[in-house]
């Protein structure tokens, strides 16, 4: 790997004057995020005719639950200085699963799959933790054994779930006119917030991040955080998975693949250094509906006619938004270090 | 730092090294050997045929993919450069792009071109890594996402079916029985350990990935050690993409190169480069590609459905990876 520039996790370190260029350059790219994401509405809003009616907003944030589940499993993995390649296997796992525990009832299907995913994750956590194996082999392989367990559970094939229960209204439904998975991801991106921003718990996973062997020296229980983390990466992987059942009611041996690198290029547009140690959730969050609102105006500007771009194009211009955020983030990453050596 | 160990004998009393150091290879002999008393048919030559042909790309990639983490980085762009090159080719030898009309030209054009192409790409790689201190990782994220949907978008997502001898001698043809590709995976893998092992290049490299900061001060131009590695990594992508084509006289930018990255950094971790860098091995690359290769033929071969030796395959790479932490650290 490169060397690392990790930055001391920095409570107070704002008040200190040299860090004022890197305290402005980390907010920046928050700022940046959503910044960019009003223009992008403010544009498709003047642009295209019901860009902002209830059914492109409501379908555009059914749509993207999914990815927003997995994304902020991923910001906690990576503020922790690891990876986590096993979510887009993880889901599909627990996708098969929820839907063939399905006919139980909304609750099993959901807690059969979220539980899915939570194995997944704690098999990473083990391989990490306990062997000491590198986050992304490690996830890597994970991942290729989810996919090959889902794929051999489910005989190749899709597995419909069952419309005797309301299981698929967990995934379609909605809830004073927003989307059941949208719903319960906000909410819990509102808790992930709380966690990595306003208690300790968080100051102690950004300071594995930024140090594991100084944060152990410093009291930390660094394995348990680093365990923590890949469990609840699994569990929202789970989830996503069960959510992805309920959608398009059947279970996906064969979805996920891309889905954990749609992930990691939320985190990091989001400004999430991928070296650990800094992080925030709400910039995840914009991160990826940045990513997938992108997409929502190819879909849009394709409807008007003037181009005709097709969808194979979509990955080429995710690309080329990570490619640029991705140096700006560089850039101030390497104007951090100056002004640290000032 | 450097792979002083692996230069001389071990000494006697130190089994478990020896032990370690040769895990690879006693692997390979291991399955060889399962498969003879197993697998019916196994010593026959259109077996040993069957698996040099699709060992061949694994191979060829990996070779790249152990200089890239010797250099203390990591490549998941390799397919994605796979798929670029297995457009390209096609395009221009039918004259679709560029317009070359005549045969001959039109093909020396298809091979070459591409082999840029893929250095270039590495040469970008390399350059994001180097010059914006970018990790490996999130810098060759951007060539993986981007690079299948370039390939989509230059064949509009559809197969580009061919039949042109001349272009496809480079997999088709056989030289005394054998086909052309395992001559030309056997030559990157020597060329590869000449590199690693004789030059002061591949000195160089060692030294970068095992302590950038010493190999700074010692003189060595990390940068641009690095930047080469990752040139070598897409040049060797293209051409193991250029020879997935050729073979199934079809290129389809949605599968050429799919998860190749994975088995490649597999094959170089199961051959006993440590993928922290610093120390590398290109023999037991290739024993890794063949081992993967021969796990994958045995359970096919046997009736175990390909979904079971996906999970296998994650078992093999774990275990590869615990022994080598366990042994040689």
């Not at chain 1, 923590?228 to 009611?249: D, H, K, P, T």
């Not at chain 1, 996920?256 to 140690?277: K, P, Q, R, S, Y």
Request: proline residues 3%; positive net charge; hydrophobic residues 55%.
């Amino acid at each position: 790997m490169s060397i690392n520039h990790t930055s001391v996790p920095g409570a107070g370190g704002a008040r200190d004057p040299n860090n004022m260029r890197a305290a402005l350059g980390k907010n920046a790219m928050g700022l940046a995020v959503w910044a960019t994401l009003l223009l992008m509405v403010l544009f498709g809003w003047l642009r295209y005719d019901n860009f902002l009616g209830a059914y492109n907003i409501f379908s555009f944030f059914q749509y993207n639950a999914i990815f927003a589940a997995i994304s902020l499993g991923m910001c906690f993995v990576i503020v922790t200085g690891g990876i986590d390649l096993s979510v887009g296997g993880a889901a599909a796992l627990a996708s098969v699963l929820a839907a063939m525990a399905s006919p139980y009832g909304v609750m099993p299907g959901i807690i059969v799959g979220v539980g899915a995913g939570m194995c997944v994750g704690v098999l990473n956590a083990y391989c990490v933790v306990q062997m000491r194996i590198a986050p992304f082999i490690a996830t890597l392989a994970t991942a290729l054994a989810s996919t090959g367990t889902a794929l051999l559970i489910s005989n190749n094939q899709s597995v419909g779930v069952s419309y005797e229960t309301l299981f698929i209204e967990f995934g379609q439904g909605d809830w004073f006119g927003m989307p059941i998975p949208a719903v319960l991801v906000g909410v819990l991106f509102v808790g992930g917030w709380l966690v990595l921003s306003r208690l300790p718990l968080g100051r102690r996973i950004l300071a594995v991040g930024g140090g594991e062997d100084a944060s152990r020296l410093m009291g930390v229980r660094t394995d348990r955080i680093i365990f923590g983390v890949y469990i609840f990466s699994g569990v929202m992987a789970g989830l996503a998975g069960a959510i992805l059942a309920a959608q398009f009611g059947a279970g996906q041996p064969t979805e996920g693949t891309g889905w954990e690198l749609f992930a990691i290029a939320a985190v990091v547009v989001g400004g999430t250094l991928l070296t650990g140690g800094e992080g925030s959730v709400v910039a995840t969050l914009g991160g990826v509906l940045l990513l997938g609102l992108l997409f929502n105006m190819l879909n849009f500007e394709n409807g008007k006619g003037w181009i005709s771009l097709s969808a194979y194009w979509q990955s080429v211009i995710r690309g080329g938004f990570l490619l640029v955020f991705i140096v700006v983030q560089a850039k101030i990453a390497q104007g951090r270090e100056a002004a640290k050596h000032l | 730092m450097t792979d002083l160990s692996s230069q001389k004998f071990p000494q006697f009393g130190d089994l478990r090294q020896a032990l370690a150091q040769y895990t690879v290879g006693i692997a390979f002999l291991a399955l060889v050997l399962l498969n003879l008393l197993i697998t019916p048919n196994f010593a026959s030559m259109n077996t040993i045929s069957v698996n040099l042909t699709q060992v061949c790309t694994i191979v060829i990639v990996a070779v790249g993919m152990t200089f890239v983490i010797a250099s203390g980085g990591i490549d998941l762009s390799v397919g994605s450069t796979m798929a670029i090159a297995g457009a390209l080719a096609p395009l221009i030898f039918t004259g679709a792009f560029l317009g070359i009309t005549d045969p001959f030209f039109g093909v020396v054009v298809a091979i070459v071109l591409p082999l840029v192409v893929g250095g270039c790409l590495g040469l970008f790689n390399g350059f994001l890594i180097t010059h914006y201190n970018i990790q490996p990782i999130v810098a060759t994220l951007v060539l993986f996402v981007t690079g299948r949907g370039i390939a989509q978008v230059l064949t509009n997502g559809s197969l580009q079916v061919f039949n042109r001898p001349d272009f496809q001698f480079i997999a088709l043809a056989r030289l005394w029985g054998i086909p052309v590709q395992v001559f030309i995976m056997l030559a990157v893998v020597f060329l590869g350990a000449f590199l690693l092992r004789k030059t002061l290049f591949g000195r160089y490299l060692l030294a970068s990935g095992g302590n950038a900061a010493a190999a700074k001060m010692v003189g060595i131009n990390v940068r641009w050690v690095r930047l080469v590695a990752y040139a070598i990594c897409g040049v060797l992508s293209a051409l193991a993409g250029l020879i997935v084509v050729a073979r199934n006289g079809a290129s389809d930018a949605n599968l050429v190169g799919l998860g190749i990255e994975l088995d490649a950094i597999a094959a170089a971790a199961i051959g006993g480069t440590l993928l922290t860098g610093g120390r590398a091995t290109i023999l037991g690359t290739f024993l890794g590609a063949c081992v993967i290769q021969l796990v994958r033929y045995t359970l096919l071969a046997n009736g175990v459905p390909d979904s079971a030796a996906l999970v296998f395959k994650a078992v093999i790479i774990i275990l590869a990876v615990r022994i080598q932490r366990k042994h040689v650290n």
